[in-house]
Structure formats: C-alpha cells, structure tokens
C-alpha cells in the first residue's frame, strides 16, 4: 500500500490529452514539492516534472504539472507513442518518525 | 555530460549482506544528496535512504532502520549502500539517484540486480 494513490492503470489515443492524479496528504503533498518520474521498460526512471510544474531541460512542454491541496497531477497533451510508460508520483513526507521519501503506486499510461 | 554508474549485480544467500556503489563522472556527486530507491520486479519505486556526502548525514526508511548503511568514500568519489541480514524480499533492482535543491532525482545509475536466493 503507497502512501500517495496513484490509478493503476490509463490510456489514450495519439493526439489526446491525459491526466494521472497523485492524493496524497498534508504531511506530503499538502507540505512539500511534489515530483513526477517516467519509467520506460527497463530504464531507470527519469524527472519529468519537478518542484510541482517544473519542466526539466529536454522535456517536452506537453507534460505539465500542478497541484491543489494534498493532490497532484500530471498531464500529458497531444498523446505521442514514445509516452506510453510507467508514472510515479513522489513527495518528500514529514512523518513522526522522520522525514522520508514516499511515492505513489504508479500509474501504466497506454497509447492506444 | 553526467554518467551515473553502478556496481553489477550480485546474489546473495538469505542472511547475508550486499555492497552496492554509485559513480559520476560529469557532475560532481558530494555537492547533491544521493538518495537509494529500490524496484522489486514489476513493482514500484520504494526509497531506502538518502545521505549528503559533505555532511555526512544520513536518513531511512523506517521499513530499513538497523539493516542499512549508506556511505562515501572522498578518495574515490562513490557512494555505498550496505543491506545487511537480506532477506527473499530484498530482491530488487536498487537505484541510487542525486538530488539538489529539492528538484527531484535528476541523475539515476542504471540499476543493480541483487538476487537473495539459497
């Protein structure tokens, strides 16, 4: 069980705009930086969203990301091929037995 | 151009411990904090711990306390984790991965294998 919820599991057709939701809490989402990380088949992740809706470098300025409260979310417009991956969400969390780095389950994005 | 690279991977008996490094070329690693993430197969990201290599610092995951250590050797520039007393489910691919400045884990190594098997 993560502590930040992800969906298992979305898809869209190319050219679509999708959204993956990341709830978390105010011990993390709610308190501190909230980042996204792409994982294509086996590759080690990569940051594709930093510090809420930063773009890193490279990044195409289809990914965006935002966050309200103790939720976060990833969106990825005009749907490409080269998007279908593994997401993770992941926050800094300030628990009472110390700070920690928790994620979210992950999220399988199919281009269908 | 920033390289992140791990040692290979290793099998171990149940009971036993691993030694894992992590080397940058390109980016000078003890200016960041090196975090270790683990992913069993087909599974998600699980962080370990996270250490500064200037400071010495250190912090874990609860679900590691007391079976991990995280370390640096200056003369070489590499980072080190130690999982002592493995068990079966400590079959994972552990990542270490650098962080400044609260910006995510920018540079990744490529992974490494540790099998616990008898």
């Known amino acids: 069980q993560s502590v930040l919820t992800q969906p298992p599991s979305a898809s869209g057709v190319p050219g679509q705009r999708v959204v993956i939701s990341c709830s978390g809490s105010?011990?993390?989402?709610?308190?501190?930086?909230v980042h996204w990380y792409q994982q294509l088949p086996g590759t080690a992740p990569k940051v594709v969203i930093y510090?809420?809706?930063e773009r890193p470098s490279g990044v195409p300025d289809r990914f965006s990301g935002s966050t309200s409260g103790t939720s976060a979310s990833l969106a990825i417009s005009g749907l490409q091929s080269e998007d279908e991956a593994d997401y993770y969400c992941?926050?800094?969390?300030?628990?009472?037995?110390?700070?920690?780095?928790?994620f979210g389950g992950g999220t399988k994005l199919t281009v269908l | 151009q920033v390289q992140v690279v791990q040692s290979g991977a290793e099998v171990k008996m149940p009971g036993a411990s691993v030694k894992v490094s992590c080397k940058a070329s390109?980016?000078?690693?003890?200016?960041?904090?090196i975090n270790w993430v683990r992913q069993a197969t087909g599974q998600g990201l699980e962080w370990v711990g996270w250490?500064?290599?200037?400071?010495?610092?250190?912090g874990f995951s609860q679900k590691f306390q007391g079976r991990v250590a995280l370390t640096w050797s200056t003369s070489v520039s590499t980072a080190y984790l130690e999982l002592s007393s493995l068990r079966y489910e400590d079959t994972a691919v552990y990542y270490c991965?650098?962080?400044?400045?609260?910006?995510?884990?920018?540079?990744w190594g490529q992974g490494t294998l540790v099998t616990v098997s008898s």
């Open positions: 250490m500064n290599p200037n400071s010495g610092y250190t």
């Open positions: 992941a926050a800094w969390d300030n628990s009472l037995s110390g700070p920690s780095v928790v």
């Open positions: 510090r809420n809706r």
């Open positions: 105010s011990s993390n989402i709610g308190s501190n930086f």
């Open positions: 390109g980016h000078t690693f003890s200016s960041s904090d």
């Open positions: 991965a650098s962080e400044s400045g609260n910006s995510g884990f920018e540079y």
